[in-house]
């Protein structure tokens, strides 16, 4: 089954057309990134958003403790970690959170 994600949601009219679209997930970027949102600015689109959408985080080397709080806050409903620390950030979040779906990026070496 084919999952839809649009990602680097920031601004009210990002909201409104993903509710008109209705993918499965939208994703809010807190890496360093122009499409980069605050948790209040997360937390204020998402009372905006569609309930049947799945709010996914992406991180970049993220402290585990700032994924972890910003799920159990209500701000995120799964995480998708990006960078060099995923696989021990993974087993950390497994630990703190067991509950929390995560989307890990695992970097193909060429071979």
Request: glycine share 6%; proline share 4%.
């Amino acid at each position: 089954m084919t999952r839809i994600k649009i990602c680097g949601i920031s601004r009210e009219a990002d909201i409104a057309a993903v509710n008109a679209a209705l993918p499965d997930y939208i994703g809010f970027v807190f890496a360093q990134s122009h499409r980069q949102v605050s948790p209040q600015q997360a937390l204020r689109l998402s009372s905006l958003l569609d309930d049947r959408i799945v709010l996914v985080g992406v991180f970049v080397d993220a402290e585990v403790e700032q994924v972890v709080s910003l799920y159990e806050q209500g701000v995120i409903q799964m995480a998708q970690l990006h960078g060099r620390q995923v696989e021990e950030s993974l087993a950390q979040i497994k630990h703190l959170a067991s509950d929390l779906p995560v989307i890990a990026a695992i970097p193909v070496d060429d071979g």
